[in-house]
């Protein structure tokens, strides 16, 4: 993997703000993406049949608590999926 490099000419804290910004950022999409696997999990336990459905709303609901923690909205079509499962 290629190293992304951040350079900034003049105040060093302007630095420090972007590469923490990148690091909330990705983040972000880490949880992005759990949310959203969590959700096919569900599609596809619910398609088969499966019955222990139980950890894998969990952590989707924790998933969800953890947007509403950081105060960010989820993206709309993750939010769509969300409410149909009334935790939202």
């Known amino acids: 993997m290629f190293k992304q490099q951040i350079s900034f000419v003049g105040d060093p804290s302007l630095a420090r703000q972007a590469i923490v910004a990148k ?4 983040e972000l999409g880490k949880m992005r993406q759990n ?5 096919a999990k569900l599609d596809k336990a619910k398609r088969i049949g499966r019955r222990n459905i139980i950890p ?6 924790t998933t969800v608590r953890r947007f509403r923690e950081l105060n960010v909205p989820l993206p709309n079509n993750l939010q769509r999926q969300c409410s149909q499962l009334i935790i939202l």
């Open 35 to 39: 949310l959203h696997n969590n959700l």
């Open 56 to 61: 894998i709303l969990k952590n989707i609901i």
């Open 23 to 26: 690091i909330e950022n990705s």
